[in-house]
C-alpha cells in the first residue's frame, strides 16, 4: 500500500484502467479458484449497481451508476487486493529477469527520511544516519498506519482506532438516522476502521468496552439526543439476524477471525522471511523451554523421529536445548557447538546420521542468522 501511495501518480493510469475492466476482475477470480456461481455473483455486484432516495421511508426510484461499486462499499478493498496482486506479481516476475532497474535517490528524498536501530547502541545509529545523511528517529513510530514498538495491550494504543469510531459515531448523527440507519452506519463502520489494527493486533478487553459502548449508545440514543434504556440485552443484539440479533457481531470473535489468518498463512509460507523468523527466535528462543530430542523445532517431525539410532543411545533424552549448548546454556547466534552425549561408542551407520544431525543443526543456524 504503501508503494502506491508513494508512486500514485506514476501507476494512476494504469491501476484505473485496470479497475474499469470488470472482464479482468472476472479473470483474475477465475485463476484464484472462485467457482461460477460466486463470480456471477460479483458480476452482479459491479455491473448492476443502483440507488435509490428515501422519501418519507421510503425508497422512491432507482439510478444506476457508471463506477461499479464505490469506495464505501465492503466488497470493495478485497475486490482491490485481487487486482493489485497480479501487479505485485508482474512486478516481481520482472524483478526476477532484470526487467525493472534502481534509480539514485535524490539527496532531498533521504533528508525526509528516518533511522531507527533495533537493539543498537545509539551511537551507532547516529553515525550511521549521519553517513546516510538522514534524522534519527524514534520509537515507537508508524508504519503503514500501524505503531511499531508501543505495547498492543496498552489502551493507548487502541486510541487512532477509538477516536475514529467516536468521530464516525457522533451523537447529533441520531437526530438524523433511524434506528435502521443507525445500525447500517455501525456495520459500515466496524467492517473498516477497527479491521487494520485487529488483523495484526489481539485486542485488550477494555477497548473493547469502550467500542462497544460508544455503539450501545449511539444505537440507543433517543431523537431528542438523550440516553433511552436498552431495548434489548447487547449480547442479543450481536447476534446473527438468523438468531434474533441485529447482526452487529462480537468484537472479539471478530479479532480471533481475523488473527486465524496467521496460523494459516504460517503452515503455508515456509520459506518465507517471517516464518523462518518465527520458527528460530520465538518458538525456540533461549531453549529453556523446548526440548532437544521430542519436541518439533527443526523440520516437521521431532529429532527422536528423524534420528532414532541416535536417540536410542543418547543420554540426554529429555533434555532441553539450552542445556545441550556447548556455548555457556544460551541457545543463541553465540552457539558454539552441541553437547551431544551418547552410552557407547557409534557404529558405521549411527557415524551417518550424526553427520546428517550436525548438517541439520548448521543449516538450522545458517536460516536463523539470514
Known sequence: MAFYQANWDTVK???QAVFDDWDFLGFVLDKKGFGAVWRKWMLGCWSSTSFSVFLNGRPRGKFKVSRGLLQGDSLSPFLFILRVDVLGRMVDKAKSVSALRGFKVGKDFVEKCQLLGINLEEDIVELRAKEIGCEVGQWPM????LPLGASPHNKGFWEPVISSCAKCLDGWKCVFLSRGGRLT???S?????PVYYMSFFCIPKGVVEVLE???RDFLWEGADHSQSDNLVSWKEVCKSRDH???GIGNLDSRNNAFLMKWPWRFSLEKSSLWHRVVMSRFKVGKGDRIRFWEDIWINDAPLKLQFP????ISLSGNCLIKDMVVSGGKASLEILGWDLRFRRN????EVTSLTQLLQSLVKFLNDFIS
Do not use: E, N, P
Not at 189 to 193: C, D, M, V
Not at 309 to 312: A, G, I
Not at 346 to 349: H, T, V
Open 213 to 215: 459502548k460508544l455503539i
Open 13 to 15: 493510469t494504469d491501476v
Open 309 to 312: 539410532d541416535l536417540f536410542f
Open 189 to 193: 463502520i466496524l467492517s473498516s476502521i
Open 244 to 246: 434474533g440479533g441485529f
Open 346 to 349: 557409534l557404529f558405521k551407520m
Open 142 to 145: 508508524k508504519y503503514l498506519g
Open 185 to 187: 452506519l455501525i456495520q
